[in-house]
């Protein structure tokens, strides 16, 4: 009886699914019409705008009221987004520019009245700004205070679109205050979205990243890792600093780890003393240092980094001999040089490093 009852639970949770799908098409293909209607008129609108502007004319005083009466309500806006899309695609990219100039003023007005909305109004218009105002650095620093009250709300789009939009006015200091409204543990944003952020930046990133790096303790260690990577990827000078993290016992181990991935990135002899011990630790709970270190050591050379390799072949654990053998791979080893492995009793370390040249053999022939 139990059984049976599921099967009917589980065949109407089925069925409610099919009548919710239904109805929220229906719903669309009703609603798709009126978005139609509100785009063709809002466009003709604009586009008497432009013609004005590409005849060294400026907004008509009515137009910016009737935009901000209209742009009120979401559905406008998301006409009025549809609108400008096409404008920003095709050649008329610099008098868009120009217009979106002169409705500043409508911009700001709306973007204090989004502020007080649900959160997913709020993080629409933030997305709109991140899309048109902001992406051309316009210097409306009032819009920018506005945006560090939308990353405050405990919504993760809210604050994504709102951080999206402040990169791309690129103030150093909007993005400093941001990242510290950020980091209270309301909302959880992964790592890798601060990152590609930060990477979006439009302004200095040398002085971003001077910024940051100064005040780095201050931030959480979640915030940390974000900042470590954005370093990695946008520049190779600061190898000394990254030292430091890498070899600092106190700090995380996701941070260290960010560090050895540098110098993975980039060349920097003092490290390789520090990636050679910790590829040779035979501590199991060390293995992820060991695995990345190990990827690291592609990027140097000697004999030494490749008995370390090859050592680490011998690892109980699969993904420090995975990394070894590409590694190895990286440095274009062949059978002879790794005979000792290939003709050894360790059967694992022996398949992982013929089953990389060997495929890499396949790749050769491939092309």
Sequence with gaps: MGIEKMIYIYGAIC???IVFNVVYNVLLKRREPRLTRRCEEIEKKVESQLKAIRAGGTVAPEHLIDLQRRLRRINNLIAFDRVLKPIFEGNYEEIGKGYLRQIQPVILSLAVRYQKRDNMQAAYFSYFLSRYTAKRQ???DSVQDILLEYVKKDNLYCRVNALQALYAFGNIEHIVTALRIQDDGKVFLHEKILTEGLLSFTGNHDELIRRLWKNLDTFSEHTQL?????????????????????????????????????????????????????????????????????????????????????EALHSSNWYVRYSAALSL?????????LIDVVAGNDRYARE??????ETRELQKASV
Excluded: C
């Design 15 to 17: 069925f409610s699914m």
């Design 138 to 140: 316009m210097p409306m």
């Design 226 to 310: 974000a900042i470590l990577n954005y370093i990695r990827f946008q520049t190779g000078v600061y190898a000394k600093e990254m030292f430091a993290v890498m070899q600092d016992e106190t700090r995380g181990k996701e941070l260290r780890l960010s560090a050895i991935r540098y110098f993975g990135r980039y060349f920097y002899e003092p490290a390789l003393e520090p990636l050679l011990a910790f590829v040779l630790e035979k501590d199991p709970s060390y293995w992820e240092y060991a695995t990345v270190s190990a990827s690291a050591l592609a990027r140097y050379s000697g004999e030494r980094v490749i008995d370390a390799l090859k």
């Design 329 to 337: 791979d990286a440095h274009q080893v062949n059978y002879t040089d």
């Design 352 to 357: 992982m490093i013929t089953y990389r040249l």
